[in-house]
């Protein structure tokens, strides 16, 4: 696999857009519902499982509206979010003050993944949505990493990510062609995501893939998703 040598935001840059995003409403801190966001969530619910579990962290879990949406549905869960903006741990906190202590969140002040914490082999759920395509690979790496020592060995990682949209349709195809320049000239005003492809960067590490799917937007941005569910490497 060849590096990504595409630059990414410093953990500082990125920490100020999603403070903004949080405090002016933009897209990019509504993932879940947007128009790319809200099919790829419904595919990743469609393969969680979440049923059969207890425990989930979330990484870069922003305002919390998957948390919640997961956690009215299911009673037995408890929710980690990890997140580096104040502002969008501050939104998760008032989101899910009525779920009491089923839920907490962190604020990674580092950005440094390895600090998350994390009780190991604990978690039955490790999911990200929408937040390795802005990291760095070293930091994609260490997510996974910390996504490792989190699980249980039969626990899944739930992924979900822009992805490029060449061949799907001509409004797909355009609307990856304006992302991939602004994020070349402008890529605070897409929150630093570029579309990407996930799966060769889980088995490098070697991780078992479950089930990958891409999912089509319903609306504005008119971005393609991938949805990935895989099982840790033996032995991690």
Do not use: N
């Amino acid at each position: 696999m060849r590096p990504d040598a595409r630059p990414v935001l410093s953990r500082a840059d990125a920490r100020a857009v999603y403070d903004g995003f949080a405090t002016k409403g933009h897209i990019g801190g509504k993932d879940a519902s947007s128009g790319y966001g809200g099919p790829a969530v419904a595919a990743l619910l469609s393969i969680a499982a979440f049923t059969e579990a207890r425990t989930v962290m979330d990484y870069g879990c922003g305002q919390g509206k998957l948390a919640e949406a997961v956690l009215a549905a299911q009673p037995q869960l408890t929710w980690r979010g990890v997140d580096q903006s104040p502002l969008m741990v501050r939104r998760f906190e008032e989101r899910m003050a009525t779920f009491g202590d089923r839920s907490i969140v962190e604020l990674l002040a580092s950005g440094e993944p390895s600090d998350a914490t994390a009780p190991p082999t604990r978690v039955d759920r490790f999911v990200s949505t929408y937040c390795l395509d802005l990291l760095s690979e070293s930091d994609m790496y260490a997510v996974l990493d910390l996504a490792q020592r989190s699980l249980r060995p039969d626990g899944l990682l739930l992924l979900a990510g822009i992805t490029w949209g060449w061949r799907d349709s001509p409004r797909t195809a355009f609307m990856t062609l304006v992302w991939t320049l602004l994020y070349r000239v402008t890529r605070k005003t897409v929150g630093g995501c570029r579309p990407q492809h996930l799966a060769p960067y889980l088995r490098a590490r070697g991780w078992t893939i479950i089930e990958e799917r891409r999912t089509l937007p319903a609306g504005f941005p008119w971005m393609v998703s991938e949805v990935i569910s895989a099982r840790p490497p033996p032995g991690g």
